[in-house]
């Protein structure tokens, strides 16, 4: 079936670097995408989100790519910091109408060494 | 900041017994939802719940399976004769606003299945 997946399960960088997590999607359907962080022992968060007219939208220290060419998508952290080590995953609605109904990815797991 | 909680945090029960997983979502959203998530695996969409009745359900929401909102702030999920492999988190999450996919989940429950 269809399915959102990764390209890297870890992801390891160094407090102030700039992180990038990648993402492929495969449902060409799909026209509503997002970005969750998930810290040990919680639900995921909503970090970002992105719809398919739109190729890059940022937020507060985040910024998500849309490359719908390769059906890619991605998660830029500007200066990542400790807290922010977590597991990232993407999201889409799998080609639906329903924005609740998502589609996760496996997710990438982010450590920020101090 | 208003959250969605969760009750209980962990359950264990054996095979074959009911099990009901209790969530209290944002006092004003209108929309809910239940995702599970098996150790190691994505989180996968189970049902969405709008109106007083369920919008969509994935394939594994099958018989066994119910969601309820008994009164203006409970909303629930049964699992009428758990089986192993419904061993997961199960995660409840509310959405107040049209048009986006900010889901906000719970931390929640954990239910192991012996």
């Known amino acids: 079936g269809e399915s959102v997946g990764l390209h890297l399960p870890t992801l390891s960088v160094q407090e102030g670097d700039n992180s990038i997590i990648n993402c492929a999607y495969s449902n060409s359907a799909s026209d509503y995408f997002i970005w969750y962080k998930q810290e040990s022992g919680k639900g995921p968060q909503f970090i970002i989100d992105?719809?398919?007219?739109?190729d890059k939208r940022q937020g507060q220290r985040v910024t998500v790519l849309l490359n719908k060419t390769v059906k890619h998508l991605s998660l830029q952290i500007a200066a990542t910091q400790p807290g922010d080590s977590a597991v990232y995953f993407c999201a889409d609605n799998a080609g639906g109408t329903s924005y609740g109904k998502l589609t996760f990815g496996q997710g990438t797991i982010l450590t920020v060494h101090p | 900041e208003p959250e969605v909680t969760q009750t209980p945090s962990h359950q264990v029960t054996q095979m074959g017994q009911e099990v009901i997983l209790r969530c209290v979502p944002i006092?004003?959203?209108?929309?809910f939802y239940w995702y599970r998530q098996i150790l190691g695996q994505k989180v996968e969409f189970l049902v969405s719940?709008?109106?007083?009745?369920?919008?969509?359900k994935s394939e594994i929401f099958d018989d066994q399976f119910s969601v309820e909102r008994p009164d203006g702030s409970n909303f629930t999920l049964k699992i009428r004769s758990t089986k192993l492999e419904d061993s997961a988190m199960y995660f409840c999450a509310s959405r107040g606003q049209i048009g986006t996919g900010e889901l906000f989940f719970g931390e929640g429950s954990r239910l192991t299945v012996l």
């Open positions: 719940f709008y109106n007083n009745e369920i919008s969509e």
């Open positions: 006092s004003n959203h209108l929309y």
């Open positions: 992105i719809r398919s007219n739109m």
